[in-house]
């Protein structure tokens, strides 16, 4: 069936600096993928649906320029937390629709900023 | 806006027992129900669904019927396993053009031997 693959799966950095988090698709093609974000005890939260080869679309009050997110390729789609902070330690999860109706997960990243 | 309440975990079984997971959701026209699962180190698998009032999702022994009466879509399994240990994942996705999956907060089970 579709995988979708996510690295790294934990990953831990210092205040300030940048963070890339791979998201790829590796038996279909991916035309949109979405980004989410979940906070311990809270539900996973949409931060942005990636589009191949153009701008994502940002959810209300998910800041764009603290997250980029480049769709680059029908495989691959990549979020970067910006000069990252405390606050930005989070469970970031992707996704992608593989057919019609059938979102498949990657398995998550998560962030830990000291 | 459209919600989904889940009922808190951790839930502790033992095997072979009765599950009940209950999730009940507020929405604006016809939702689709969906029930997610995340095992330990993978990434959320759709487990059942149902599109429609009446309809029941069933898959790998668990159960859910999308009951509009009364809002509701617990998952429901007759004899748990080990193997079902997980987070399990209430979702609906709004009708019409909103396709948008709202989120439960995710119930843990954890089965034991």
């Known amino acids: 069936g579709a995988v979708v693959s996510q690295h790294p799966s934990w990953v831990i950095c210092k205040s300030g600096t940048s963070v890339k988090i791979e998201c790829r698709s590796l038996d279909f093609q991916a035309t949109t993928m979405f980004w989410y974000r979940q906070f311990p005890k809270q539900s996973l939260m949409l931060m942005a649906t990636s589009n191949e080869g153009s701008k994502a679309t940002y959810e209300q009050g998910v800041e764009k320029d603290k997250f980029l997110i ?19 330690s989070s469970f970031y999860i992707c996704s992608s629709r593989a057919g019609a109706n059938v979102l498949t997960f990657g398995a998550g990243s998560r962030l830990t900023v000291l | 806006g459209d919600s989904v309440t889940q009922m808190e975990g951790p839930v502790t079984l033992s095997e ?44 790998k022994g668990f159960e859910a019927t999308y009951r509009k009466e009364t809002t509701s879509f617990h998952l429901e399994k007759g004899s748990v396993q080990v193997s079902d240990s997980a987070v399990y994942f209430c979702a609906l996705s709004g009708g019409g053009n909103n396709r948008k999956l709202i989120w439960g907060l995710g119930t843990s089970l954890a089965v034991n031997p």
């Open chain 2, 16 to 59: 072979e027992a009765f599950l009940t997971i209950n999730c009940t959701y507020t929405a604006t026209g016809y939702p689709s129900l969906f029930w997610y699962v995340q095992y330990p180190g993978e990434g959320l698998q759709l487990l059942l669904k149902a599109t429609k009032a009446d309809d029941k999702g069933s898959n």
């Open chain 1, 70 to 88: 480049n769709h680059a390729s029908l495989t691959l789609s990549t979020l970067t937390v910006t000069s990252a902070h405390p606050e930005d």
